[in-house]
């Protein structure tokens, strides 16, 4: 039997879990059940799936110790930032057990005699769900609570690296028998999910959430993806070099840099570049890679060996290629996959530093002339979830966020933020489809009917 493995990135030798991997027969059984389950969840109405969310927010705030725990062990996360998803998690969904009592459609004037013109949302059925490890409680919840939310039964593939928060978070909302269902699994266990689900919502790397739009697509299902970030922070000569400084060493290596909205380069506009790289490279000195579990950690590990090396492989390569470090560069002296804060400069033109995500707590600094370069050196990406800009001129600021292709931008605070009652998504390869969180969200998950009624007799 092919199982599903989770180790600690804190301590490699320590296995967190290991589980029965879900082949495609296993996935088309928890869709069948779901399917079957989803019409009792849909019967329960608004005020039966309103108290099963408020219910499940309240097991979960009640084992937050023990989810902490359990985050901080299976992927790395600083013990401070862990504390902050669970409360997080919460809150999400506190927010979306009260989405069943939404309004579901509209009622219009018909264009001619008498009679009922009316559109209503409905479910699509069974929510096919896949998830990365980063954000193992909140960004499976953020799908799975407003999907249920309006009446969809979820069948969730959790990544591999966070396999035992994803079911322990399902055993903790306990919600009725196969209306959410976490199906642990690799490349067979997605496949077989997206060809058997009414509606897709993935996050993830970006070739794989392209072949997960390709496949819903195919099928005339709807998707959204959320997939790689190339993220900016642009400082402007005006700006608070200290307090940006210190907003990007938080959103570099916070999670050592982890997250789809961190910070990878930073664009210093004219007189902020001496300055800002003495300051930068200071702050993140003073934010060293350490053990997750200690409460002033704020970088700890990398997910895995693979992952490590593949940062350690880009700066070697950089340096060969005349780049220079300006903080870190190094493993970090301690068991697991720990990479110290690093910046560099004076990367060459086509490097892969400048092009793709590599999901650490790694920047690249750059040089611009003036804000129209600043603006340019941006977007010159494939892929841009959140940008940030730094200044003390709000008029500045808001022109350049005009500017900016990013689906997010956050002026005078880390790129690494988000706020999930408002939409959330990139530009370009960044997102592919509806937003996510926020109201908008809902839309996603339903199929609009437009119902039109004649009095009887009408013709």
């Known amino acids: 039997m092919t199982t599903i493995d989770s180790y600690n990135p ?15 027969e296993g996935v088309a059984a928890a869709l069948a059940g779901a399917r079957e389950a989803q019409r009792g969840w849909w019967a329960l ?3 039966g799936r309103s108290l099963a969310l408020t219910k499940a927010a309240a097991a979960i705030e009640g084992a937050a110790d023990e989810l902490v725990g359990l985050v901080v062990r299976e992927v790395g996360k600083p013990v401070a930032e862990a504390r902050g998803e669970v409360a997080r998690t919460v809150a999400i969904w506190r927010y979306y057990a009260q989405a069943p009592f939404a309004a579901a459609g509209e009622v219009h004037e018909p264009a001619a005699g008498p009679g009922l013109l009316l559109t209503r949302r ?8 896949i998830t990365p490890w980063n954000f ?3 960004i499976p919840t953020w799908k799975a609570a407003p999907a249920l939310a309006v009446g969809n039964a979820v069948v969730l593939k959790p990544s591999s690296e966070a396999v035992a928060v994803a079911l322990r978070l399902a055993e903790l909302a306990g919600l009725p028998e196969g209306v959410l269902t976490v199906v642990p699994g690799g490349a067979e266990a997605g496949t077989a999910l997206i060809d058997g689900a009414d509606v ?5 790397s970006t070739w794989v959430g392209r072949s997960v739009v390709a496949g819903a697509t195919g099928r005339g299902i709807p998707v959204q993806a959320e997939m790689g970030g190339l993220n900016a922070a642009l400082v402007l000569p005006d ?3 200290a307090q940006a400084a210190a907003h990007l060493a938080n959103a570099i290596a916070g999670y050592a840099g982890q997250k789809c909205t961190a910070t990878s380069r930073v664009i210093a506009v004219g007189d902020a570049y001496e300055p800002l790289a003495e300051a930068l490279a200071k702050a993140l000195g003073q934010t060293p890679a350490a053990d997750p579990s200690a409460p002033t950690t704020s970088c700890g590990p990398v997910i895995n060996r693979q992952a490590l090396e593949r940062l350690t492989d880009a700066l070697d390569t950089a340096r060969a290629g005349g780049a220079t470090v300006l903080a870190g560069g190094a493993r970090a002296e301690r068991a697991g996959w720990f990479l110290e804060p690093t910046l560099v400069e004076n990367v060459p033109a086509g490097h892969p530093l400048l092009e793709e995500e590599f999901f650490g707590p790694l920047a690249v600094l750059l040089p611009a002339a003036d804000l129209d370069e600043a603006v340019a050196l941006a977007n010159d990406t494939r892929h841009s979830l959140s940008t940030s800009v730094h200044s003390r001129s709000l008029d500045v600021a808001l022109a350049a966020a005009d500017r900016l292709d990013a689906g997010m931008i956050r002026i005078n605070a880390p790129s690494s933020g988000v706020d999930f009652h408002l939409p959330f998504g990139g530009a370009k390869g960044a997102s592919y489809g509806s937003r996510e969180q926020g109201q908008a969200v809902l839309d996603f998950y339903t199929a609009s009917r437009t119902v039109s009624v004649l009095p009887a007799g009408e013709q």
């Open 200 to 204: 897709v919502s993935f996050t993830g």
């Open 122 to 129: 409905r479910p699509y059925g069974v929510a096919g769900l």
């Open 136 to 138: 193992p409680l909140a």
């Open 45 to 47: 109405g608004a005020a």
């Open 239 to 241: 700006a608070d070099i």
């Open 10 to 24: 804190a301590d490699p030798d320590d296995l967190v879990a290991s589980v029965p991997s879900t082949g495609a």
